[in-house]
Every structure is written in C-alpha cells, then in structure tokens.
C-alpha cells in the first residue's frame, strides 16, 4: 500500500504558474503509472496527465503544451508543472497510483485561477 499526498495548490491569477507535487509513502519505482487527475466543481474527475515508470507521458488535449509531468523515483515524487493556467484549471488536483488492481489516490489540493 502507498499513501500519497498532494501539495502546492493555491491561487494564481491567469497566466500563472503553479508547481504541484505529490509525495508518496514508498518506493514508486515498481508502480507502472502514476498521474495527476482534476475535478472540477459540478464535473467528474477526469485525466490530467499520467507518467510511467519507463517515464512515457500522457496529457488531456487541454493542458498539452502548458502542463509538464515529471517523476523522481529517488525523491518518490511526481510533479506537475502549470503554466499559462487559465480560470478552466480551477479544480481539485489529485493523485493516483495504479499498479495491478492497486488503486490508490491522494486526498487532493486545491488549485483556483482567478481571471
């Protein structure tokens, strides 16, 4: 089991920037993927961007270009670099590790972008 904790939410005004960064428990490098997820008040929770232990990456089409994802096995962390956020970001940041029928997610950090 590995328990994962978000931080680095707050507000930012448009065009901001924002460094999440997700803290976990234990060793992350035998977990296949781990990734950012958003839900945003009145939505579902939907995919951010995700990142494999090969170091592969994947981004919702609405943050590509603006948003980086990064792992540190050795710092058993996984960030999430905002730029050019826009009032559309503002959502709960969470994270996720999945590996096997493990699923484990964070208890997420709010991120609100004012116009």
């Known amino acids: 089991q590995v328990q994962l904790v978000e931080s680095g939410g707050g507000l930012v005004q448009s065009g901001g920037s924002l460094r999440l960064s997700c803290a976990a428990s234990?060793?992350?490098?035998?977990?296949?993927?781990m990734g950012w997820y958003r839900q945003a008040p009145g939505k579902q929770r939907g995919l951010v961007a995700t990142?494999?232990?090969?170091?592969?990456?994947n981004y919702a089409e609405s943050v590509k270009g603006r948003f980086t994802i990064s792992r540190d096995v050795a710092k058993r962390t996984v960030d999430l670099q905002m730029n050019s956020l826009k009032p559309e970001d503002t959502a709960i940041f969470y994270c996720?590790?999945?590996?096997?029928?493990?699923?484990?997610w964070g208890q997420g950090t709010q991120v609100t972008v004012s116009s």
């Open positions: 990142v494999t232990n090969g170091g592969s990456t």
């Open positions: 234990s060793s992350i490098s035998s977990i296949p993927v």
């Open positions: 996720r590790a999945v590996f096997g029928r493990a699923d484990f």
